[in-house]
């Protein structure tokens, strides 16, 4: 007899958009993209060569054109306007409009965007060291805790006021303000979230995240900010750590250091937030159709990603000189083109349909939060005095 199909994962392919913490896939139900039955679905454990492999050739394929595109930019122009992640994330993003990766694509998609671009930022803190934490100061720190704090505060208003229902208010409002995706599944379970409303997050967060990385570094220009002030910016308002290293490249490698560095603390603060609204959840006014909040609290991992303890695993060797020197930069460049390809997996999991399906009130309330999220986090710069 054959086996009972299993009930359709939160986290299929078709009809995704990207996990904002890590770049994985997560599904959202459309129309054009019929929901994943158990037999399209590969499992981490099932996974092997054959179901990984084409994927990464696609993956790898658009990653070569895009570092092309960036040399003839570098040969024609003297320097590179687009840089290959920005190009990899577009041709992605292409392909994936007009072709819906198959079965025989997705493992290998959902690897690139996500083992693999959690192994780039793991490399990536080869290239820092611990000092800079230190030398960051307790102002700034002390600034990203407010920053967070006073987001969730107004994206929980804004959400409100639009009539959106509690629950969701505060998973947008997680979403936005700490690491999109991550923190949406975080708290989710706590506070007894409906489906819908978990769905309808992450699916406009995830979008709009990649749109952040196409747009923010459009305000070194326009703001005139330095590398250092830009890195910070970004640290403070893009949802996850890869995205981070997506925006930042294109800037400098002091912007990409600092930014990873602000975000790595932002991060952080998802266990305390995720605790607090365990907390306050029976205390959430009753929603039809909303499930009974979670007992217990999510493990630790589900709070600190393994990747973010390996970024600060690698911060810690390279502060006490057991990574040389020489090391670095071959480190740092297997990170960059790690990126680039991830970036393209990225970008075949992003629908750009999806934003006329999520609802005007969640489109306004999302953009509205971030909008409220870079003033704040343009003011702490300029409080501070960051230069």
Known sequence: MAPRPRPVSPHAFPGSVPDAASGAPV???????PPLTASHREEPAAMTKTTVLPGIVLCLAIAGVSVAAQAVEERALEHPYVEALVVAILLGIAVRT????????????????????????VLLGASLSLGAIVASGTALLVGIVAT????????ILICRVLGLPARMAILVACGNAICGN???????????????????S???????????????????PLAGLSD??????AGLTVYAVPQVLAATVPVSLLSTQ??????????????PVVVFFSLIAPRLPPELGAAPPKAGRPGFTKLVPWFILGFL???????????????????????????????AALGLGVDVRVLARVGGRVTLAVTGSLVVLVVVSLLLIRGLRIV
Not at 104 to 120: D, N, P
């Open 228 to 233: 250092n002030q830009y890195g910070v910016l």
């Open 258 to 271: 600092v930014g990873t560095l602000v975000k790595l603390v932002r991060v952080l603060m998802l266990g």
């Open 148 to 155: 967070v704090i006073v987001g969730i505060g107004a994206s």
């Open 202 to 220: 992450i699916a406009f967060t995830a979008v709009l995240g990649v749109l952040m990385v196409l747009g923010l570094p459009l305000f070194v």
């Open 98 to 121: 007009v072709w819906a990766p198959d079965a025989r694509f997705r493992g290998g998609i959902a690897f690139s965007a996500k083992q693999l671009l959690e192994v780039a930022v």
């Open 182 to 200: 991550s923190a949406i599944a975080a708290v989710a379970p706590v506070i007894g979230a409906e489906p819908k409303d978990i769905a309808a």
């Open 313 to 343: 695993a690698l911060a810690s060797a390279r502060s006490l000189g057991l990574i040389p020197d020489a090391a670095v930069a071959p480190l740092t460049r297997l990170a960059g083109f790690l990126t680039v390809l991830s970036m």
């Open 27 to 33: 599904a959202v139900a459309t129309s054009a993209t």
